[in-house]
């Protein structure tokens, strides 16, 4: 087993965090099957408010720890954990499950169409049974459609909470398949987003280069990154 099954979860404000680093997490993911989170300040601030959200994080199977907010709330707690990037997440799964069948699900259809032609490129072998752009008026029509294909790996990439909202409805209706709500990576497969240089990611700044780049991002991360310090001191100090 490439995975330690007595991994203890971390919490975090009430919220389990998996501490697994990328070859453990899927390993896991491949054995358990069923929703990977990757979890941020403002989900966490959503969910705290929004208690159907927050039982659809609870419920996921795997939540892994992509950007430095939640990775700083964590070490505030006393906990040491990695990032593992969403992005690079799913396309390790992409990779790993190129042979089983692939349900893609989100972004403009250009973007869709264009990232799935980048991917078929990479990827040869790559076996997409299904795919959807994220601007549907129907959504029991792309459920009913996603469920007949029976894809065993599912990457939706309609931003939070729509993202999360989908494969929960999914969820029950395919047990056996692995479910990942994946943001803008289908943008930046299209190559129509970049990813921020190698420093940023390293030092886990990408959102900061994404923000001077889309200002409008700021409404989103503030104060919400702040507050959110705010809870988890009070956490460690209660
Ligand atoms: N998106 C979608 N349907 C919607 C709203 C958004 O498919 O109703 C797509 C959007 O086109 C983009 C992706 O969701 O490709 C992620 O958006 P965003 O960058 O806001 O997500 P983040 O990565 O910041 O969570």
Same mark, same amino acid.
């Given at each position: ?12 404000l ?8 990328m ?6 993911i ?5 929703h990977?989170?990757t ?5 966490i ?23 430095v ?9 006393g ?7 969403g992005?690079?997440?799913a396309?390790?799964m992409l990779l790993?499950?190129s042979c089983k ?6 972004? *403009?259809?250009y973007v869709?169409? *264009? ?13 997409i ?11 029991? *029509?792309?459920i ?12 939706v990439?309609m931003g ?8 929960y *409805?999914l ?5 056996n ?5 994946v943001?803008?990576?289908?943008d ?15 030092l886990?700044?990408e ?16 104060p ?10 009070k956490e460690?100090?209660?």
């Amino acid at each position: 087993m490439g995975y330690n099954q007595y991994m203890e979860r971390v919490n975090l404000l009430g919220f389990p965090i998996d501490t697994y680093d990328m070859p453990e997490s899927i390993e896991y993911i491949k054995a358990k099957k069923g929703h990977v989170v990757t979890i941020n300040p403002e989900m966490i601030d959503y969910a705290l408010k929004h208690k159907e959200f927050e039982k659809i994080i609870k419920e996921a199977e795997l939540i892994i720890v992509d950007g430095v907010g939640v990775q700083l709330g964590l070490r505030i707690l006393g906990h040491s954990v990695k990032r593992i990037a969403g992005i690079e997440f799913a396309k390790r799964m992409l990779l790993e499950l190129s042979c089983k069948p692939i349900a893609l699900i989100g972004a *403009k259809t250009y973007v869709m169409e *264009k990232a799935i032609n980048n991917l078929k490129e990479e990827i040869p072998n790559i076996n997409i049974v299904y795919s959807q752009d994220g601007y549907f008026n129907d959504e029991n *029509k792309v459920i009913e459609e996603t469920i007949q294909k029976e894809p065993e790996l599912i990457l939706v990439a309609m931003g939070s909470p729509k993202q999360e909202e989908l494969i929960y *409805k999914l969820k029950s209706k395919l047990p056996n398949a692995i479910m990942i709500g994946v943001g803008g990576s289908f943008d930046v497969w299209a190559n129509e987003v970049e990813r921020a240089p190698k420093i940023y990611q390293k030092l886990g700044l990408e959102w900061l280069y994404r923000t001077i780049k889309e200002p409008k991002r700021f409404k989103r991360i503030f104060p919400t990154l702040p507050l959110f310090v705010l809870r988890v001191l009070k956490e460690k100090w209660s």
